[in-house]
Nanobody, 115 residues
Framework: QVQVQESGPGLVKTSQTLSLTCTVS??????????WSWIRQPPGKGPEWMGG???????YYNPSLKSRASMSVDTSKNQFTLQLTSVTVEDTAVYYC???????WGPGTQVTVSS
């Protein structure tokens, strides 16, 4: 059974780029039946799907992110990543990764953006 685990910096300053990594175990990230996704949940708000990527690198993003997000797959490490540029305090959230949506998420990683 595939499992995912998020990792990230915890604290980022405004205008910087946030980089998060999702490590996959239990299966290969190269399998094309997965849609590797990032979801976030700001405090007091509902979850927001940010984007997803498949093994060949084709990525799809939530238009609300206004081209600030980019995702990539690292097959050598069985990981996929998210970069979010020009962060603001509104990007403070718990960030989750998933092998598919809908589907189970990882445990999540808290990201706080400070000014």
């Amino acid at each position: 059974q595939v499992q995912v685990q998020e990792s990230g910096p915890g604290l980022v300053k405004t205008s910087q780029t946030l980089s998060l990594t999702c490590t996959v175990s239990g299966d290969s990230i190269t399998k094309n039946y997965y849609f590797w996704s990032w979801i976030r949940q700001p405090p007091g708000k509902g979850p927001e799907w940010m984007g997803g990527i498949i093994a060949d690198g084709a990525a799809y993003y939530n238009p609300s992110l206004k081209s600030r997000a980019s995702m990539s797959v690292d097959t050598s490490k069985n990981q996929f990543t998210l970069q979010l540029t020009s962060v603001t305090v509104e990007d403070t959230a718990v960030y989750y990764c998933a092998a598919r949506v809908p589907g189970p998420w990882g445990p999540g990683t808290q990201v706080t953006v400070s000014s």
